[in-house]
Nanobody
Framework: QVQLVESGGGLVQAGGSLRLSCGVSGRTIYNNAMGWFRQAPGKEREFVAAINWSGHTTSYLDSVKGRFTISRDNTKNTLYLQMNSLKPEDTANYYC?????????????????WGQGTQVTVSS
């Protein structure tokens, strides 16, 4: 059974930074693409970033380009999301996701496993 556990969320002022981590257990992530999504109250789950198996290909939501960086450490079975210059509109519950394919996708239904989420709140 694959389990994903996010950490690193919290309350931060606008302009601040947070680094989210997602530890994976139950199998290696070496050959698998992974992604970050977020969901704010009353809104649908939204793609944030994705990374392919090697880390050489990434994709981002337009509104986070230049501010967020997705990365991975396959030796630690861990996914990261570095978030800089945070804005109040970034406030949401952030989820990491795992898919069997090695290629990235922005479509939530194409990920097979999800974490429980970590809350990020950005105050103005």
């Amino acid at each position: 059974q694959v389990q994903l556990v996010e950490s690193g969320g919290g309350l931060v002022q606008a302009g601040g930074s947070l680094r989210l981590s997602c530890g994976v257990s139950g199998r290696t992530i070496y050959n698998n693409a992974m992604g970050w999504f977020r969901q704010a109250p009353g809104k649908e789950r939204e793609f944030v970033a994705a990374i392919n198996w090697s880390g050489h290909t990434t994709s981002y939501l337009d509104s986070v380009k230049g501010r967020f960086t997705i990365s991975r450490d396959n030796t630690k079975n861990t996914l990261y999301l570095q978030m800089n210059s945070l804005k109040p509109e970034d406030t949401a519950n952030y989820y990491c996701a795992f898919r069997y394919s090695s290629d990235i996708t922005m479509i939530p239904s194409e990920y097979q496993y999800w974490g429980q989420g970590t809350q990020v709140t950005v105050s103005s």
